[in-house]
């Protein structure tokens, strides 16, 4: 029944703000968890034309890609609490396509850590794996289902695409805050306030 009410509003404006009531206590730990991104190494830049497919410039300044939800507990490095959130985001993501009644929706992305900073000048060549693989998704994706971790606050810019006048909406994008997004309908740009994460996936 969420899942329906949320693609009728995905209909109606092309996005839809969810509490998931997430205990802000486990987005904390996980906060503490992807300190070991940098540790390991699993931060990465990407060219400007798929940072604008994620979550812009500033709101994917950084990115790094889960493991497999199919690897077995035991041999994954995702912390627990990473992997809870995951978890969330991929149930609410699955709800939200069986509502659309698509049978043509049959694959959900690994999903990405973002971490939102200023922009710069470094320049990211854009290499012919990394462009097969993000247009396969940008090509494809019907749902987008965005979880803001925080620590601190900023807003996610949505707009219609192919809109003459289109209109703007600012959602606040306070830790906990969850959004489902037509992301073949309205582009997303995320603008946080320093040092901020979010996580995201596509359907297919």
Known sequence: QVGAEIQRRLELKGFCVVDPGIDLSEIRSAIVELK???????????????????????????IAEMESED????????????????SRIT????D???AFGDSSITHK??????????????????TEKTAHKYLSHFVRHKVMVILFLGPTGGAL???????????????????????????????HEHYGAGRSFAMSTFCL
């Not at 940098?38 to 410039?57: F, S, Y």
């Not at 992305?109 to 854009?126: C, I, K, P, S, Y």
């Open 91 to 94: 149930d609410l993501a699955w």
């Open 36 to 62: 070991e991104y940098d540790a390991l190494g699993k931060w990465q830049r990407v060219n400007n034309c798929i940072q604008r497919g994620l979550l812009g410039p500033e709101g994917s300044s950084y």
């Open 109 to 126: 992305t690994h999903t990405v850590v973002h971490q939102a900073g200023e922009l710069d000048d470094e320049r990211t060549f854009l």
């Open 157 to 187: 810019e949505l707009s219609p695409y192919h809109t003459e006048d289109a209109f703007h909406v600012e959602v606040p994008t306070t830790p906990g805050t969850m959004v489902v997004v037509r992301p073949d309908l309205m582009s």
């Open 96 to 98: 939200v396509t069986a």
């Open 71 to 86: 690897l077995d507990e035991d041999v994954r490095a995702d912390g627990a609490s990473l992997r809870a959130l995951n």
